[in-house]
């Protein structure tokens, strides 16, 4: 059997939410021990497509205790991020210990024991950081198994130059199929559409010098109807009416379908140009695939040679804390940062909010807030430091 190891922490998923949370629980004391599924921190970083940037300014970007250098710019690269989190372990000297998927997360002993393949680790405290976008998602669309030209999720997409020469159609319009759908444009494919189900919300990233992340941190106290009506007027001086190209503004505004819908707005990064250029085609959302043909709402039948569907991804963390009521809305805590639930005392989430003050910012304040209710309630306990392992009692024989 294999030995069981014994921490006072134990942190799930060694991307910015998991790395910022360790380094806050060691600086205050607390032996915390990050585990990773995949080979190196930052997994997720690292597959997404090559010429990502953070949307958020690098001076509102850093983690708490570790500062993004100058030399990234002013919009951090994908590779500057993946940089930048393997300094972070260097500079706090954090304990990250890869490829060691957790498979289990069960109740014991007033902690937690944690379950991987090559043994099971005990911990008072649990920091559960395993991603927003942990696994791809792709609708069930009717015919999609038999749809004779290629098929993929965006999260398989790094650079337009298999695409070619090709017909491509995004599906989603997030910020993910956006961004794609303008590599593919200027990559050289052929021809691009983006399948627009619900058009969005767009806004620049950054207006008259000041990044659009400064003003969600300003707003993000506010009313939503205000700051809808902010975004909208906004909007209507800053952005060229895009109706004819099938992307009106939206009834529903911005704020309101950030809490309501968890949808950020399109941060432009090109979008814009691209659709009044004709580079890419917004056409009407995907109702299914027939052999060559996809369907798409109106009746309207195209033949893209390839289609990449950005339509998310879904946090997946039913099988490890689904049983104790700590999930809601789209599979989503429904407790963050310092808070806990009933159920799972001790059990913190982070990383799974999509605020418009920016992730890493909110990571930032989050890491420390939950080092913070550890330590708070270690000294409330009086019992610091890791549980005690106990090795199972062999049964005494019958009759003795």
């Known amino acids: 059997m294999p030995a069981v190891e014994s921490r006072e922490a134990i942190v799930i998923g060694a991307g910015p939410a998991g790395l910022a949370t360790a380094a806050m629980l060691k600086k205050r004391g607390i032996d915390a021990l990050v585990l990773e599924r995949d080979g190196a921190v930052g997994s997720s970083w690292r597959k997404h497509y090559d010429r990502l940037h953070l949307h958020t300014v690098r001076w509102l970007s850093h983690l708490p205790g570790y500062r993004l250098s100058r030399k990234h710019g002013k919009w951090v690269s994908r590779d500057g991020v993946i940089r930048y989190l393997e300094g972070y372990v260097r500079h706090h000297g954090l304990d990250v210990r890869t490829q060691t998927e957790v498979t289990g997360v069960e109740r014991s002993d007033g902690g937690w024991r944690i379950e991987t393949p090559g043994g099971d680790f005990l911990a008072r405290y649990v920091v559960v950081a395993t991603g927003y976008n942990h696994t791809p998602f792709i609708p069930d669309f009717p015919g999609k198994e038999g749809f004779e030209g290629e098929l993929a999720h965006a999260s398989t997409y790094r650079n337009p130059e298999p695409f070619r020469g090709r017909d491509v159609l995004v599906v989603g319009s997030?910020?993910?199929?956006?961004?794609?759908?303008?590599?593919?444009?200027?990559?050289?494919?052929?021809?691009?559409?983006?399948?627009?189900?619900?058009?969005?919300?767009?806004?620049?990233?950054?207006?008259?010098?000041?990044?659009?992340?400064?003003?969600?941190?300003?707003?993000?106290?506010?009313?939503?109807?205000?700051?809808?009506?902010?975004?909208?007027?906004?909007?209507?001086?800053?952005?060229?009416?895009?109706?004819?190209?099938?992307?009106?503004?939206?009834?529903?505004?911005?704020?309101?379908?950030?809490?309501?819908?968890?949808?950020?707005?399109?941060?432009?990064?090109?979008?814009?140009?691209?659709?009044?250029?004709?580079?890419?085609?917004?056409?009407?959302?995907?109702?299914?695939?027939?052999?060559?043909?996809?369907?798409?709402?109106?009746?309207?039948?195209?033949?893209?040679?390839?289609?990449?569907?950005?339509?998310?991804?879904?946090?997946?963390?039913?099988?490890?804390?689904?049983?104790?009521?700590?999930?809601?809305?789209?599979?989503?805590?429904?407790?963050?940062?310092?808070?806990?639930?009933?159920?799972?005392?001790?059990?913190?989430?982070?990383?799974?909010?999509?605020?418009?003050?920016?992730?890493?910012?909110?990571?930032?304040?989050?890491?420390?807030?939950?080092?913070?209710?550890?330590?708070?309630?270690?000294?409330?306990?009086?019992?610091?430091?890791?549980?005690?392992?106990?090795?199972p009692v062999a049964a005494e024989p019958a009759g003795v």
């Open 174 to 391: 997030g910020n993910t199929g956006a961004e794609i759908a303008v590599d593919l444009a200027e990559g050289g494919a052929s021809r691009v559409r983006l399948a627009v189900r619900t058009p969005p919300n767009i806004v620049l990233r950054e207006l008259n010098g000041l990044p659009n992340q400064v003003t969600g941190v300003l707003f993000r106290r506010f009313p939503p109807k205000f700051v809808d009506a902010i975004a909208r007027n906004t909007r209507k001086m800053a952005i060229p009416d895009l109706s004819e190209y099938g992307l009106p503004i939206p009834e529903r505004g911005v704020y309101t379908r950030v809490l309501e819908d968890d949808v950020i707005p399109v941060i432009d990064v090109g979008l814009i140009g691209a659709v009044q250029r004709g580079e890419v085609e917004v056409v009407g959302g995907v109702e299914g695939f027939d052999g060559r043909d996809v369907l798409l709402a109106g009746g309207e039948r195209i033949q893209p040679e390839a289609v990449i569907v950005a339509t998310g991804w879904r946090r997946a963390l039913e099988p490890l804390v689904g049983r104790y009521g700590v999930l809601g809305k789209k599979g989503r805590p429904v407790v963050h940062g310092p808070e806990t639930h009933p159920n799972a005392p001790h059990m913190y989430f982070i990383g799974y909010s999509n605020p418009i003050s920016g992730m890493f910012r909110e990571l930032n304040i989050d890491s420390r807030r939950i080092a913070k209710a550890v330590e708070n309630d270690r000294r409330e306990a009086g019992t610091p430091g890791p549980l005690e392992v106990r090795e």
